[in-house]
């Protein structure tokens, strides 16, 4: 089981992607959209990133309103995974739930306590353009 997380900075608005592998990966097993997360298992100590999102291995979205581990079809109206053309209309989708499993492929965090080396440093990469 491997996660692909993107990593985005507010403060400097770039994103950095980073693979995880087990075991670092087994410790976002279960954690849902919204929570808060010690840097430590992406490397980055002294950091404190948040779940802001993510999509399944097929690209589906997740919602944070929609709690589970698997995807299900809804009836939506606006918000993540759809953008209505007109107002008023309605479309069913197939959208991820909110919680973490091991069929999720891409993770969207962003940081929210800055440690005391850069992103850049620890990391080792070039930031993703976005």
């Known amino acids: 089981m491997d996660f ?3 990593v985005s900075d507010p403060q400097s608005g770039k994103a950095y992607q980073v ?3 087990d075991p670092g990966a087994s410790k976002l097993l279960g954690k849902k ?3 808060k997360i010690e ?3 992406l490397g980055m100590p002294g950091y404190s990133i948040q779940v802001t999102g993510g999509s399944d291995r ?5 919602r944070p309103d929609l709690p589970g581990t698997k995807r299900r079809k809804v009836l939506l109206s606006k918000g993540v995974g759809y953008h209505p053309s007109a107002e008023g209309k309605k479309k069913r989708m197939s959208i991820h739930g909110r919680d973490i499993s091991s069929d999720v492929g891409q993770i969207n965090v962003k940081v929210v306590e800055s440690g005391s080396k850069s992103i850049e440093e620890l990391l080792g ?3 993703k353009e976005e």
Do not use: C, S, T
């Open 39 to 41: 840097g430590d298992v």
């Open 58 to 62: 097929e690209g589906f979205p997740m």
């Open 19 to 21: 693979e995880l592998k």
């Open 125 to 127: 990469k070039a930031p």
């Open 33 to 35: 959209i919204g929570d």
């Open 4 to 6: 692909r997380v993107v």
